[in-house]
């Protein structure tokens, strides 16, 4: 089974989360490494042509660049995924996507989630996302301007922001 859904939260200032949760990277799970590069060009060329999201055609939008904090975030929400078995954008614990970005040190003022399972590779969830207008308009927003991806099992999550 192949699943997705697409987050967006929009704010105009930083918010401070008091959460805590682990950022314990110690049973990753099984899982190829992502191909980096190879995701970055894959969002980036469907960035560069512009794309019919849903009913919406979105015009070109600049080069997102990957970012190491959004890439903790994303490996973590994949990571938590697949050890305990759910696939949502809120935790158990009800922590979302810019808790987790947050907690991974990047400073947000908006930022965007991606998530999917069941994918064999880059490709095949990038254009997996693309067929989903949330997931689309996500990578097609022109405010974001860096993004990461991390995949754990078959658990992928997608993070995109802008400082």
Known sequence: MKV???????????????A???????????GPTIGLNKTVIIVNDVRKKGC????????????????EQLEKAAFEHSNDMYRRNYFS???????KAGDRIEK????WMMYGENIGMGYKNEKEMVEGWLKSPG??????????????????GSY????????
């Not at 055609?57 to 990957?66: E, G, H, Q, S, T």
């Not at 954008?89 to 922590?95: I, L, Q």
């Not at 992928?156 to 400082?163: D, E």
């Open 156 to 163: 992928w999550t997608q993070t995109f922001g802008a400082r």
């Open 20 to 30: 805590a949760f682990s950022m314990d990277h110690s049973n990753p799970g099984p």
């Open 52 to 67: 019919k999201c849903g009913d919406t055609y979105y015009y070109a939008a600049p080069p997102l660049i990957w970012n």
């Open 104 to 107: 991974a040190g990047y400073h």
């Open 135 to 152: 997931h689309c308009k996500n990578i097609m927003n022109k405010g974001y301007k860096e993004m990461a991806v991390a995949k754990v």
């Open 4 to 18: 997705a859904f697409p987050v967006t939260f929009f704010l105009l200032f930083c918010m401070s989360s008091e």
């Open 89 to 95: 954008h809120v935790s158990p614990e009800g922590f």
